[in-house]
């Protein structure tokens, strides 16, 4: 699995929440994660996130892409000759779950995305798409069609890449102010 972790503070998270310029960014992705829990697990969660202090609000956004979690039933049997509840497997394709400024926890599909953008991206955009879709030769439009999962599969990596290098970028820089506190970028 593949996990990149990055939380911006101060002037620069401005860009992802008036909020998290005093309390941070945080933002997360999961790529290719497998794991197998017991429901006991899930249930024994409770205590744990239980707490008398009201939390402060941190922005994140938390991206998990082609995740599998399989879950099994490990509670006593009832019957003793039963063979036992089957596992139960989720498997996530792209979802993001997104913890705006009101502290509401925001769950979209990659689907939703599109819907966020700004109407003047939107029309931007249209342009492109209706260029693509007068294309004279319908086998040039299967060709291009044929191509987009793999566009979006190459796209991905170069995200993920571009995330970890921000972050050896941000790790380096803490390095460098850990001698030098007054370094500036």
Do not use: W
């Amino acid at each position: 699995p593949e996990v990149c972790l990055r939380l911006e503070v101060g002037p620069s998270a401005a860009v992802h929440s008036p909020l998290a310029v005093q309390n941070g960014f945080l933002h997360m992705l999961v790529h290719s994660y497998t794991a197998e829990f017991f429901m006991s697990f899930l249930t024994n969660l409770g205590p744990f996130l239980e707490d008398e202090i009201i939390p402060e609000v941190i922005p994140m956004e938390i991206e998990v892409v082609d995740a599998k979690i399989t879950l099994k039933d490990d509670s006593p049997r009832v019957y003793p000759t039963s063979p036992g509840p089957v596992p139960i497997t989720l498997a996530v394709d792209h979802v993001i779950v997104k913890r705006r400024d009101d502290g509401v926890f925001y769950l979209t599909g990659e689907g939703s995305l599109k819907q966020e953008k700004p109407v003047s991206v939107l029309q931007e955009q249209k342009a492109p798409a209706e260029c693509v879709l007068a294309a004279p030769a319908a086998g040039t439009r299967g060709l291009q069609l044929k191509e987009v999962p793999e566009l979006q599969r190459e796209l991905q990596t170069m995200k993920l890449a571009l995330a970890e290098a921000n972050m050896d970028k941000a790790r380096l820089l803490q390095e460098i102010r850990k001698y030098n506190p007054l370094f500036q970028l």
